[in-house]
Structure formats: C-alpha cells, structure tokens
C-alpha cells in the first residue's frame, strides 16, 4: 500500500485511506455496506497497521435510498452507521484531485471517489435530433415509438414517455428495459405478420395495448449478510418490506436466477460458500 511508505506523514495516510460515495441510491448504498463490511471483516484483520486509518464516507443531498419503504431506509441508516460508514448530507460542488467540496464550504478528502449519483442520457443521445423527454432522454409515446419520426422505436434509460402523454418518468432499471424489451418485439413481430407496412402508420387498434409498467418490488444490500426487499409496486403504495438476514437470502435467490446459465449459477453458488465458510480470498491485495 501507498500508506506503508515511510515517511508519510499521517494527514496523508488518513487521506489515501478515505473512500467517499457520492448518491444514497441503491448502487451507492450497496457499494458503501459490502466495503465497510469487506474492511472490518478482513481488510482489518490482516492489515492491523493501517486499520484506525480506513474510513467510509457516504454522502448524499437528502434521504438515502429515497425510494424504499421509510422503515427499510431507518433501517438501513442504522446498519450503515453501525458498520461504521459515515453518512453525510450535502450536495457536492465540486471535485478536485485530492478533495471535493460540498455546497457549505466543506472540504472532504479522499484516496478514491466512486460516484453513483444515478444515470443519465450519454452525449451521442443528447446530440440526437429528436424528441426530448425530461432529463434530456429521448421522448416515446404510449407504445414506445418516437414521435415525427417513422419507424423508431426507443426502449430502455435513454428513454423517456414525452410530457403530453401525461406519464411519469421510468425508472432506469433492468426490469423496465427487459420488459420494453419484450413489449417492443411482440409488436414489431404483431406489425410483421399483419403486413402493416411502417409502424407509425398504422392505426393504434392495430399496435395493441400501449405499455404499461408495473414495478415489481427493489432490493439492495447493505452489508453484513443484510438486505432490505421493498415489494411496493410505487412508493405510496401498499405491500411487502423487509429487512434483515431473511431478505438478504431472498435477495441472493433473486439475483442466482438471473444469472444466465445453469454453470454460472453453480460457480456463484459455490463461490457464496466458500466465502462464507473461510472468508474472502485477499490474497492478490
């Protein structure tokens, strides 16, 4: 390590051993609790020396994971500062080298800054003339298509429903483009076999249902063989949270089916054992 160099003074050392997340989302969040879980569990176990000096920083501007039930964000809150993350509120006005500085003048430190402040639309999207969403993505109707031009379609977080179909902005998630996805392909094979001819030609009876999204639920980790499972279909909705060691197995049952074949589920299967029975391999650290 860099902080084993003699001579270093110990400002330095604090410094070089400082992770700061920037965005309370999930991706900030899981990232945030695996580290400072990975850091007690084995980091300090095997590097004594430099283990008063490692340190977690998760800054976000208001509430992490904003879109989870608020007793799992509590919970998480709890958890989070109980693994021994800092959590800090403030927005970040800058990034410099070494420090970022937040809107009241606060200067924070860090050896590495990993941002996850969310997604947004890639400049070749921007540059696109064509109908705009909120947030700079490209507009579609109810069925997907983009308005004035014939014969494209837009799916996934480039994506967005234009302001006069009155919808809200999608999540960018997998589940959202997976499903846009098959939408999308079943009604370009429907306009195919009926011999349609250009898709934003045809008339609406003959595309079928617009597409509807309906969320099935979020997970997220947050260290410590811990997870919270918000199964509310929207925020202001009803449905199941949990949180705890059960929905961290719930969430690992969700995640080995997605993976793609039977042999790499089999590989992560045993990878989960092996590092819950001996430990993670550090040995390349």
């Not at 997907?144 to 379609?153: A, E, H, K, M, T």
């Not at 054992?273 to 650290?285: A, K, Q």
């Given at each position: 390590?860099?902080?084993?160099?003699?001579?270093i003074?110990?400002?330095?050392?604090?410094?070089?051993?400082h992770?700061?997340?920037?965005?309370?989302?999930?991706?900030?969040v899981?990232?945030s609790?695996?580290?400072s879980?990975?850091?007690m569990?084995d980091?300090?176990?095997?590097?004594?020396?430099v283990?008063?000096y490692?340190?977690?920083t998760?800054?976000?501007a208001?509430e992490?994971?904003?879109?989870?039930d608020?007793r799992?964000?509590?919970?998480?809150t709890?958890?989070?500062?109980?693994?021994?993350?800092?959590?800090?509120?403030g927005?970040?006005?800058?990034?410099k080298?070494q420090?970022?500085?937040l809107?009241?003048g606060t200067?924070?430190?860090?050896g590495?800054?990993v941002?996850s402040?969310g997604?947004?639309p890639s400049?070749?999207?921007?540059s696109?003339?064509?109908?705009?969403?909120?947030?700079?993505r490209?507009?579609?109707?109810?069925w997907?298509?983009?308005?004035?031009?014939?014969?494209?379609?837009s799916?996934?977080?480039c994506?967005?429903?234009?302001?006069?179909t009155?919808?809200?902005?999608?999540?960018?998630?997998?589940?959202v483009?997976?499903?846009q996805?098959?939408?999308?392909?079943?009604?370009l094979?429907?306009?195919g076999?009926?011999?349609?001819g250009?898709?934003?030609?045809?008339?609406?009876?003959?595309?079928g249902d617009?597409f509807?999204?309906?969320?099935l639920?979020?997970?997220a980790?947050?260290?410590r063989?811990?997870?919270l499972?918000?199964?509310r279909q929207?925020?202001?909705?009803?449905?199941?949270?949990?949180a705890?060691?059960?929905?961290?197995?719930?969430?690992?049952?969700?995640?080995?089916?997605?993976?793609?074949?039977?042999r790499n589920r089999?590989?992560?299967?045993?990878?989960w054992?092996?590092?819950?029975?001996?430990?993670?391999?550090?040995?390349?650290?």
């Open positions: 390590m860099l902080s084993d160099v003699p001579g003074p110990e400002e330095e050392k604090q410094r070089l051993l992770c700061v997340v920037v965005g309370g989302g999930p991706t900030g899981e990232f609790g695996e580290l879980d990975f850091i569990k980091v300090r176990q095997r590097y004594t020396h283990k008063d490692i340190r977690v998760l800054i976000e208001n992490i994971l904003s879109s989870f608020d799992l964000r509590l919970y998480a709890k958890q989070l500062t109980k693994s021994g993350v800092r959590l800090v509120r927005i970040v006005k800058d990034v080298a420090k970022i500085i809107n009241d200067e924070v430190p860090y590495l800054l941002w402040t997604v947004g400049p070749i999207i921007q696109l003339d064509l109908p705009k969403a909120p947030g700079g490209i507009g579609v109707d109810e997907l298509r983009v308005p004035s031009v014939q014969d494209v379609f799916i996934g977080d994506s967005g429903f234009v302001e006069s009155g919808r809200p902005t999608l999540p960018a998630l997998a589940q483009a997976e499903r996805g098959k939408y999308l392909a079943n009604m094979n429907k306009i076999k009926a011999g349609a250009h898709a934003n030609s045809g008339k609406e009876i003959e595309l617009p509807v999204y309906k969320h639920g979020s997970m980790t947050i260290g063989y811990k997870a499972v918000d199964l929207s925020k202001e909705g009803k449905g199941i949270a949990l705890g060691v059960l929905s961290f197995f719930i969430w690992r049952s969700a995640y080995i089916t997605r993976v793609v074949s039977w089999f590989y992560v299967f045993i990878n054992i092996t590092t819950l029975v001996f430990g993670r391999d550090i040995s390349r650290l």
